[in-house]
């Protein structure tokens, strides 16, 4: 019998790869500090969950693996002369991963969703650029009256107040992606559980087991499936970095987005180039419920903070992968000026007699200690930063008291405006622009853990919003920070971040970027 060479050839190499595992499925463990709150991007507010999210579903843009924006969800689109008009190009093959059509209702419906106060979503304030959002969001407008539109099945438009340079970056967060209307009406607050959920991204929910993993499958109804490499990705929560080490070191896990920083030195001689540390644009600050007596007192405010010696911090606490913050905006945003606290270079010893002397005067003393606690999420590098606060302002007559929750648990103590004296938080830019973090400082805005409120500092992001003219825009912000940051402490910021993460050798695609973004669509595993 005759035999076709080229096929024995390639039947014969087909079985052996099968025989030794080369078409088995590709796996990535990823290490995530915490589990998610929530699967619902309308209802999300923590970079924890951003990570999930954004392989789950795809915004109208996205960032790719250098955190640059790109077409996502939607393939192209224009703008208006006058810079407050978008429409967008839906993708002709975008599919929700249960095979239907993603549509320009489902943008109109979820757009709508976010900004009803029903929803009760912390990003809500993401859309205020946006026609009537800001007034549907207070109730004084219904949310049929947002400022966006379905002109045809694969046609989004959006009306702005006034241009917005952020926007299109603004795209690629989780809070401004869509859901599929159909999903979320047949199954309501269900719809983010396994086997319900939907989603437009590059991978699709199949598990969610709390405090052990969420895993996602490949999302074969993708437009880019074809060059998503990764087959499957198990997003496991690391509070404890430590152990993460230990279970990177192992294997179990192929990165892990923190390390405990005090191990710095051994980390770096055990795995060498595969710690990452560099610039990241985000601020790590502790913020002080306002409305709370004595905390209402920014004087007060001050001392504590002059007290804290951010250097220590910096150095000895976070093995300098971390940079001394005196503002909240961090450096190195084009066209703006920060505003620092007017202590920002003078000494610590000078820092310290002035708290002292503002203590005196508001009456606290041995004889009348003040007495603060702090609240942080689980992470030996929150609790090292906690405790060493604490030595620090012992010496001052501040008796300070420490409360660790876990991180799902923390953060939805602070968004729901529980009480508390003093809270850890840090803010990651979600766009490369200070309007981001000043809007934390906002009346009313939901991750306004302090709610800190203040006329002046709201007209001024009001009147930033409204400017045509770019310089005139970051002048107005920057006033803002002067007034609700340096002169109000509405947070208390302690460090600019920096990224320090632990990534395999295996791992191919992976880009240091000062967002410190990592979709796995753009990764490879050997």
């Known amino acids: 019998m005759r035999v076709n060479y080229k096929s024995w050839l390639i039947g014969t190499t087909m079985l052996v790869m099968s025989a030794t595992g080369a078409f088995a499925e590709v796996v990535f463990n990823?290490?995530?500090?915490?589990?998610?709150?929530?699967?619902?991007?309308?209802?999300?507010?923590?970079?924890?969950?951003?990570?999930?999210?954004?392989?789950?579903?795809?915004?109208?843009?996205?960032q790719d693996a250098k955190a640059e924006i790109i077409p996502g969800a939607a393939e192209s689109w224009t703008m208006s002369p006058d810079g407050k008009?978008?429409?967008?190009?839906?993708?002709?093959?975008?599919?929700?991963?249960?095979?239907?059509?993603?549509?320009?209702?489902?943008?109109?419906?979820?757009?709508?969703?976010?900004?009803?106060?029903?929803?009760?979503?912390?990003?809500?304030?993401?859309?205020?650029p946006v026609v009537n959002a800001d007034a549907i969001n207070k109730g004084e407008k219904k949310p049929e009256e947002l400022g966006v539109k379905a002109i045809d099945p694969l046609t989004f438009e959006v009306t702005l107040n006034a241009p917005t340079p952020y926007f299109l970056e603004m795209l690629s967060h989780q809070s401004t992606y869509a859901v599929s209307k159909a999903n979320v009406e047949k199954f309501g607050a269900d719809f983010i559980k396994p086997g319900n959920l939907v989603s437009?991204?590059?991978?699709m929910?199949?598990?969610?087991?709390?405090?052990?993993?969420?895993?996602?499958?490949?999302?074969?109804?993708?437009?880019?499936?074809?060059?998503?490499?990764?087959?499957?990705?198990?997003?496991?929560?690391?509070?404890?970095?430590?152990t993460a080490m230990k279970r990177f070191e192992a294997g179990e896990l192929d990165s892990n987005d923190d390390i405990p920083t005090e191990q710095l030195a051994d980390l770096k001689a055990k795995f060498g180039d595969q710690v990452r540390i560099g610039p990241y644009l985000g601020t790590y600050y502790y913020v002080f419920k306002t409305p709370k007596d004595p905390w209402s007192n920014a004087k007060l405010r001050h001392a504590i903070s002059m007290a804290i010696d951010r250097d220590?911090?910096?150095?000895?606490?976070?093995?300098?992968?971390?940079?001394p913050a005196y503002s909240f905006v961090p450096p190195g945003i084009g066209g703006y000026e920060t505003k620092t606290t007017d202590y920002?270079?003078?000494?610590?010893?000078?820092?310290?007699?002035?708290?002292?002397?503002?203590?005196?005067?508001?009456?606290?003393?041995?004889?009348?200690?003040?007495?603060?606690?702090?609240?942080?999420?689980?992470?030996?590098?929150?609790?090292?930063?906690?405790?060493a606060i604490q030595e620090q302002l012992k010496p001052l007559g501040i008796?300070?008291?420490?409360?660790?929750?876990?991180?799902?648990?923390?953060?939805?103590?602070?968004?729901?405006h529980g009480d508390f004296d003093v809270a850890r938080a840090g803010w990651i830019a979600d766009y490369k622009d200070p309007e981001?973090?000043?809007?934390?400082?906002?009346?009313g805005t939901g991750n306004n853990y302090g709610e800190y409120s203040n006329r002046e500092y709201d007209d001024l992001l009001a009147a930033a919003a409204a400017s045509a003219d770019p310089a005139e825009r970051m002048k107005k912000l920057s006033e803002a920070e002067a007034i609700g940051v340096a002169r109000d402490l509405c947070v208390m910021p302690l460090l600019y971040y920096g990224f320090h993460t632990v990534v395999s050798d295996k791992l191919k695609g992976w880009e240091d970027n000062v967002m410190d973004v990592h979709p796995t669509r753009f990764l490879s595993k050997e």
């Open 30 to 62: 990823r290490g995530n500090s915490a589990d998610p709150e929530s699967l619902d991007p309308h209802k999300t507010s923590t970079v924890y969950e951003a990570n999930i999210l954004r392989d789950l579903f795809s915004g109208l843009t996205v």
């Open 85 to 128: 008009t978008y429409t967008f190009k839906l993708r002709a093959d975008g599919k929700w991963s249960d095979g239907s059509p993603v549509t320009a209702d489902d943008f109109v419906f979820s757009w709508r969703r976010l900004v009803d106060p029903a929803t009760a979503a912390e990003y809500a304030y993401m859309l205020s």
């Open 200 to 203: 437009n991204g590059a991978y």
């Open 205 to 242: 929910l199949a598990e969610f087991v709390p405090n052990d993993h969420v895993k996602a499958v490949k999302n074969p109804n993708f437009y880019d499936a074809a060059n998503v490499k990764i087959d499957v990705v198990n997003y496991i929560p690391t509070e404890d970095r430590s």
């Open 312 to 323: 220590y911090l910096a150095e000895k606490v976070w093995q300098n992968t971390m940079i």
């Open 344 to 387: 920002a270079e003078t000494s610590q010893l000078d820092r310290e007699d002035a708290a002292k002397k503002i203590l005196a005067e508001l009456g606290y003393g041995p004889d009348k200690p003040l007495k603060l606690e702090i609240r942080y999420n689980t992470s030996e590098n929150h609790k090292n930063t906690a405790v």
């Open 399 to 416: 008796e300070v008291t420490l409360l660790n929750t876990d991180t799902k648990t923390h953060y939805a103590h602070l968004e729901n």
């Open 436 to 443: 981001n973090f000043l809007a934390l400082c906002k009346s």
